[in-house]
């Protein structure tokens, strides 16, 4: 093992604690300042069983920015961002929450996060349900959506950045303007992307739930959320980072672990891997297929890298085909349409819908 690797992973514990002890000194010094302030919730998506849901969110003084278009200039798309990143979160907040007649209570950590969990006592209906959610004792309330996973013949576990949102990862200069400069609006999806996943959680009962799970940090949710929803790309639970310590921890790690709460909340469910080739998608998803053998149905790698990343995943390839699983390496969603519907996954129409897509991208 490289030795700069070796001594950067001894030092991460105490990197760690010391992190830690600055934020909480911070904290004892801003907190009380904010807790003054006209605080706000900025809900993420719910999601679990009929039986037992979670809804995260986060307490947060307020920033002003506008409705995204297409029109923004780029100087006010990269103030945005810099808005988005340095949020000013609230700790010690009591938050309540009530859906379909049950109250969760919560206090904001350190970073303003907090999770409101629910146990009905009697099964609630699979699908989308609604929840408010306010501060504890001031007036208001905000409105949350929660998935709740009933019947459905699979679910997908997609990454976004490369694998939905063009992000040009092979080049540098262009991924940053890319990123520091767009919006919800500007951003583009991959050829076809949008209508695979709308085949694929499409059912003849309940939905097919779609799980987002990305490295990019929690501060871009509502950047991320409204481009799923403006480019029709189907809407689901979406597991990002906390903008701090939790980035020392590396992206596998962290991929590794939601993936297996998702594998965990839902043990007789199989799923459907999506991913890129940018990062370390294609050796975790091939982690995933090991540890849980017959509940892989296909892994769809996106190429967004040079010849020589292809080797590697190739081999990958060879390997996770011995667990009896396909692992699909295409530059857009047209061959991973056609192994799903081979599979019986979508509809030969559904796969037309795909085709049409892709070639309609290109033909622009």
Do not use: C
Not at 79 to 105: C, K, P, Q, W, Y
Not at 137 to 155: D, L
Not at 249 to 277: C, M, N, Q
């Amino acid at each position: 093992m490289n030795p700069a690797k070796t001594a950067f992973r001894a030092a991460l514990p105490i990197i760690e604690r010391v992190a830690q002890s600055v934020d909480r000194a911070f904290s004892q010094f801003i907190q009380p300042r904010r807790l003054k302030g006209n605080l706000i919730l900025q809900m993420y998506v719910g999601w679990g069983t009929p039986s037992d849901i979670e809804l995260t969110g986060r307490v947060l003084l307020p920033r002003d920015m506008r409705p995204p278009s297409k029109g923004d200039p780029r100087w006010r798309n990269f103030r945005n961002i810099l808005r988005r990143l340095f949020s000013r979160e609230v700790g010690g907040v009591e938050v309540v929450g009530l859906l379909d007649g049950m109250t969760a209570r919560a206090v904001s950590d350190l970073d303003g996060y907090f999770t409101l969990r629910f146990e009905p006592a009697a099964p609630l209906s699979g699908g989308w349900h609604e929840a408010t959610v306010s501060i504890a004792g001031r007036e208001g309330a905000t409105r949350a959506r929660a998935q709740v996973v009933e019947q459905a013949k699979f679910g997908i576990i997609s990454d976004l950045d490369d694998t939905v949102i063009q992000s040009d990862v092979t080049s540098i200069p262009r991924m940053l303007s890319t990123v520091l400069t767009g919006n919800a609006r500007t951003r583009m999806p991959f050829p076809g992307v949008g209508a695979l996943y709308r085949a694929l959680t499409k059912s003849t009962q309940e939905r097919n739930p779609i799980f987002y799970v990305s490295s990019s940090p929690w501060n871009f949710f509502d950047l991320l959320w409204q481009f799923l929803d403006y480019r029709r790309i189907p809407l689901g639970p979406m597991f990002l980072r906390n903008w701090g310590t939790d980035l020392l921890k590396g992206h596998g790690g962290y991929k590794h672990d939601v993936i297996e709460r998702i594998f965990a909340k839902f043990p007789h469910l199989s799923f459907v891997l999506v991913g890129d080739s940018g990062e370390k998608d294609p050796e975790i998803y091939a982690e995933v297929v090991r540890n849980h053998p017959g509940r892989i149905l296909a892994v769809y790698i996106r190429d967004v890298t040079e010849a020589f990343r292809d080797d590697s995943v190739n081999k990958l390839r060879e390997e996770v085909r011995k667990a009896g699983v396909d692992l699909v390496l295409a530059r857009d969603s047209l061959n991973a349409a056609s192994h799903a519907m081979a599979l019986g996954l979508i509809t030969p129409l559904e796969y037309r819908s795909v085709l049409t897509s892709v070639a309609r991208t290109y033909e622009a």
